[in-house]
């Protein structure tokens, strides 16, 4: 059984920058694409940021286009996003998503995954 394990959520002030990082807990098995989604109080889980094994297809959700920045290191079955212009509104916890189904190159984001971490929080004052 394949999981996930996030880290570096926090509370930071409005404009301030966090570094999420997600680990699986084995090596053994490839997660092919990562991603990263949120969910507010009240509020539906979100779709934040994903990309493909090789690296070569990644998105953003637009709210947080040219803030957030998500990268992997595929040897070691990890993703991080830095979270820059950090907004209350992007206060929610943090999940990180893989999927099991071996394909380099993906474009397929919203869906498909089968690997969920428990969350972290990230809360954003004002």
């Known amino acids: 059984q394949v999981q996930l394990v996030e880290s570096g959520g926090g509370l930071v002030q409005t404009g301030g920058s966090l570094r999420l990082s997600c680990g699986a807990s084995?090596?053994?098995?490839?997660?092919?694409?990562m991603g990263w989604f949120r969910q507010a109080p009240g509020k539906e889980r979100e779709f934040v940021s994903a990309m493909d094994w090789s690296g070569a297809n990644t998105d953003y959700a637009d709210s947080v286009k040219g803030r957030f920045t998500i990268s992997r290191d595929n040897a070691k079955n990890t993703v991080h996003l830095q979270l820059n212009s950090l907004k209350p509104e992007d206060t929610a916890v943090y999940y990180c998503?893989?999927?099991?189904?071996?394909?380099?190159?993906?474009?397929?984001?919203?869906?498909?995954?089968?690997?969920w971490g428990q969350g972290t929080q990230v809360t954003v004052s004002s």
């Open positions: 084995t090596r053994i098995i490839t997660i092919s694409t």
């Open positions: 998503a893989g999927k099991a189904s071996f394909r380099p190159r993906d474009t397929d984001f919203l869906r498909g995954y089968n690997y």
